[in-house]
């Protein structure tokens, strides 16, 4: 079998990027090592940049998200019973953010595919690249018990954290940057109303907390928990108990509980690979680098790749031209160092930190201050949160 761009990873990365390309005539094959059900049963991300929901509705699978989606024009940040709203709309000249979940966009992506005939292979194992560094890259994987070999132009990286497209790049070649954070969030999806309209994250003496939402009868909240913490050692009750100490307390006397109907334990990590691409293979998302999630950015990061490396691609089949290709790697690592900064720093400002007793917590407390006290500072945290531009 042969196709233009064999992408490995049915993630949200992997799935809109064959859905743009596709969209301009671009033959692509993408092979997700999970089932459908499996991938759609994730929970992660809920706040989506501008950047992405442009590219979500120039993809033609912007519908849902439109008709579902909550435009949120800012978020709360409380500490020490203090409240600071962020007014992002004010803040960056109109900006705002939308909050859809992850889950949502990869249902509508998997729906878009099948409308346009788009090849997904699930349940594809063992995938294995091979002459990376030639212009005739192949890749084999094997499906039902049998094996199959697709050759190709290109291949995407699309296969997240623990895929095995970073780990094709030799070594010697890559450059890995990583900050493990010596604590995880427990994170809860329950069907109750969100308990305020923005977002809330809070700063709190026992760890920190968030509240965010999924529509207006789902709600999402997370506590800091420690590294290894398990999902069995909390009862709803529990978790309930704990957000109810570190939110303000209003939210906390109205916050509505019921049973929990997904939790789970994200470990937090700042990681970058680099270079991106390596001969005819190009990374792009989780694949590629990690954030916490405190900044929002993992979805959005995943994005902007797709966006720097589908044009990339185009120009390449309709003007025989490869030297935005050439450029990839460089391209997307600006714009993905300036969100791992930002996440870094929204991780810092907000967590307790065990290590972090004496100096470390009364300069984390001044930065809160400051933050609490400077449009400047408080600007700063809107247009990061809104989105670098591509
Ligand atoms: P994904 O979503 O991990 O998708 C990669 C896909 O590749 C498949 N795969 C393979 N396929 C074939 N062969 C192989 N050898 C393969 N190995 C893996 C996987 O099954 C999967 O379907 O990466 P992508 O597309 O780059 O998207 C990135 C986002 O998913 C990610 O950045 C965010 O979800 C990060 N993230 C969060 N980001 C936020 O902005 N806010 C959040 O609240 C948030 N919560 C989370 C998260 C990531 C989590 N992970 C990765 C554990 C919570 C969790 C638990
Ligand atoms: C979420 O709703 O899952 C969410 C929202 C904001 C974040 C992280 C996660 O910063």
Same mark, same amino acid.
């Given at each position: ?166 780990? !094709? &790049?030799? $070594? @010697? ?6 900050? #493990? ?5 427990? +994170?809860? /999806? ?69 049973? !929990? &109907?997904? $939790? @789970? ?6 990681? #970058? ?5 390596? +001969?005819? /293979? ?109």
């Amino acid at each position: 079998m042969r196709t233009q761009v064999v992408i490995v990873g049915g993630g949200p990365a992997g799935l809109l990027l064959s859905q743009i390309l596709h969209l301009q005539g671009i033959d692509t094959v993408v092979l997700e090592r999970q089932s459908e059900e499996y991938v759609l049963g994730r929970i992660r991300a809920g706040v989506l940049e501008q950047g992405l929901v442009d590219l979500l509705r120039a993809a033609n699978v912007g519908d849902r998200m439109d008709r579902e989606g909550q435009i949120h024009e800012g978020f709360e940040v409380s500490w020490e019973g203090r409240r600071q709203h962020i007014n992002l709309a004010e803040l960056t000249g109109g900006k705002t953010v939308m909050v859809y979940g992850q889950t949502e966009i990869t249902h509508d992506l998997y729906d878009a595919r099948r409308a346009m005939g788009g090849t997904v292979v699930n349940k594809a194992e063992d995938v294995t690249l091979h002459e990376l560094t030639s212009h005739k890259p192949y890749v084999t994987y094997r499906k039902d018990g049998k094996s199959h070999r697709i050759d190709c132009d290109f291949i995407a990286g699309c296969d997240g954290f623990h895929g095995v497209s970073r780990q !094709s &790049i030799p $070594k @010697s070649v890559r450059q890995e940057y990583e900050r #493990v954070y010596p604590f995880g969030w427990l +994170g809860i /999806l329950s069907k109750t109303s969100p308990v305020s309209s923005e977002l809330i994250y809070s700063q709190h003496e026992r760890g920190f907390a968030l509240c965010s939402m999924r529509n207006p009868k789902l709600s999402r909240y997370y506590i800091q928990c420690s590294s290894s913490d398990s999902p069995e050692n909390w009862s709803d009750e529990a978790f309930w108990e704990e957000l109810k100490r570190r939110i303000p307390e209003d939210a906390a006397q109205k916050l509505e509980v019921g049973p !929990s &109907i997904e $939790k @789970s334990i994200a470990p937090l990590r700042s990681f #970058v690979s680099e270079p991106l691409s390596y +001969g005819r /293979l190009f990374l792009a998302g989780d694949a590629a680098h990690i954030v916490p999630p405190t900044g929002a950015k993992g979805l959005n990061l995943a994005a902007s790749d797709v966006h720097y490396l589908s044009t990339a691609l185009i120009e390449f089949y309709k003007n025989s031209d490869d030297a935005l290709l050439s450029a990839y790697s460089e391209t997307a690592l600006k714009r993905i160092w300036k969100a791992m900064r930002f996440s870094w720093w929204m991780t810092t400002l907000l967590h307790k930190f065990p290590e972090n007793k004496g100096f470390g917590d009364r300069i984390q407390q001044t930065e809160l201050e400051y933050l609490f006290s400077s449009r400047a500072a408080q600007t700063a945290l809107a247009e990061n949160y809104v989105g670098l531009p591509y």
